[in-house]
Nanobody, 118 residues
């Protein structure tokens, strides 16, 4: 069983910064990919950024140059440094951990709220 726990959300003014953290505990193997998604009210969940086990990163166009994803592999922890935040970045941010070894599969956290005021 995999437990995914996020932290670090909050309220920040436009132009400010936040750092999100996520840990996927349980498996003794590394996740293939870990990533951050977000969902604004009334909108679909969308990819923000992801990083693979060979450190290949993928960013949504709307965060390029502002957000940075990083990962600690031995304990399946991933971070999202968010700078130059905009009101449109407001939403619930979810962490995802995908395993291809073992029975662990695709796992989501409960989400952490990020609110950016103008």
């Amino acid at each position: 069983q995999v437990q995914v726990v996020e932290s670090g959300g909050g309220l920040v003014q436009a132009g400010g910064s936040l750092r999100l953290s996520c840990s996927a505990s349980g498996p003794l193997v590394g996740a293939k990919t870990m990533g951050w998604y977000r969902q604004a009210p009334g909108k679909a969940r969308e990819l923000v950024a992801s990083v693979t086990d060979v450190d290949s990163t993928n960013y949504a166009d709307f965060v390029k140059g502002r957000f940075t994803i990083s990962r600690v592999y031995f304990n399946n922890t991933v971070y999202l440094q968010m700078n130059s935040l905009k009101p449109e970045d407001t939403g619930t941010y979810y962490c995802n951990a995908q395993f291809i070894v073992g029975p662990f599969g695709d796992n989501w956290g409960q989400g952490t709220q990020v609110t950016v005021s103008s």
